[in-house]
């Protein structure tokens, strides 16, 4: 038995999800039904700080993209993409509130 056919098997006997390298939207993820690691407590704790604003250096490839995603599905009120994770859980003002979303990824 090959370790490809062991793991397909594991996957199937444990219903995994599928993990996404190359997803880097939280509605993608979240709609693609891949593993997403909940941090959105600490999201929650950043979001709700009075702070003007914030400069979040992380390395390359280290899951800005992803997080600036969670942040605008936050603020845009989509809760039911946050259904069964921590913040659905907390306090939070579902009311959308617009967003401005620049991507110098492109440029």
Do not use: N
């Not at 390298?21 to 979240?30: G, N, P």
């Not at 994770?85 to 617009?98: C, F, V």
């Amino acid at each position: 038995m090959s370790i490809d056919t062991t793991i397909r098997d594991f996957g199937k006997l444990y219903s995994m999800k599928p993990i996404s390298t190359s997803t880097y939207t939280f509605s993608k993820l979240i709609g693609g039904g891949y593993v997403y690691v909940d941090k959105t407590a600490l999201i929650h704790a950043l979001a709700k700080e009075e702070s003007p604003q914030y400069f979040i250096a992380r390395p390359r490839r280290f899951g800005k993209s992803l997080l600036i995603s969670t942040l605008q599905c936050l603020f845009e009120g989509r809760r039911e993409l946050f259904r069964g994770l921590a913040i659905d859980a907390l306090p939070w003002d579902w009311t959308p509130i617009p967003v401005l979303h620049l991507d110098m990824g492109s440029a």
